[in-house]
């Protein structure tokens, strides 16, 4: 069944209700083509699922969709690592496809950066509008995939400042192509019954420059490489939280 995120203000929880307004009314009547007595599924980002019987649609002025909260649920479907990634953000449209299956296999957190030879330069309100197109997608991947939360989009950071502000009780990894000796796989065997929290950083086009990676690791990453074949940046960050959920038994 499909399932569509509620924001809090929407759950009434004494009442046992949940009322949708806005774009998903559209959705729910036009796309989904559910009616009164349909049922619906609904999750609210904190880990509750929620199974709803449409009472009533009104199409008129303030669109709107009430249903009756059949069932409520506190489910468990989170990886227990928590895995944020540090993307370099890529030309066109790449970013997408990465927030879309970077959110199915259950990253926690992304982080758009702007390193030294990243070619995208966050600027003015064409670029905030990605960031919401990016969060949108985010949300419908997590509706999608039966996530029950969805990943945090943040804006924009240089990478100055990514390196220096992220938190120091965590295992932070760097993909860098110029790294021969640390292979990821064995450096997260070496780790993984006391890896909960990964921040992994993965360059734009052009790699990080050596500069960088030194920069980096006097903030405490380590730059760990996946193997012989450069991968671009779009699909790095995701094959490499995929061996880190497979590491920790999380897929696979």
Known sequence: ??????????VVENGGSITIHGSEVHHIINVLRKKKGDLLNFFDGRGCEYKARIISIRKEKEPAVETIVLEKLKTAKEPEVRIRLFQCIPKGDKMDLLVQKCTEIGIHEIVPVVSERTIV???????????ERWRKIARSASEQSGRNTIPAVRNPEEFKNAIKNAE?????????ESETGKHLGEYLRKIKTDLKEVILMVGPEGGFSP??????????????????????TETAGLIAAAIILYETGEIG
Do not use: H, Q, Y
Not at 1 to 10: A, Q, Y
Not at 121 to 131: D, L
Not at 168 to 176: A, G, H, P, T, V
Not at 225 to 232: D, I, N, Q, Y
């Open 121 to 131: 330069r966050p600027s003015g309100g064409r670029f905030e509008t990605k960031i």
């Open 1 to 10: 069944m499909t399932r569509l995120f509620v924001s809090d203000e929407n």
């Open 168 to 176: 120091r009780d965590c295992s932070k990894l760097m993909l860098w």
């Open 211 to 232: 500069a960088e990676a030194a920069e980096a690791g006097e903030c405490g990453f380590n730059s760990v490489t996946m193997g012989s074949r450069v991968l671009r």
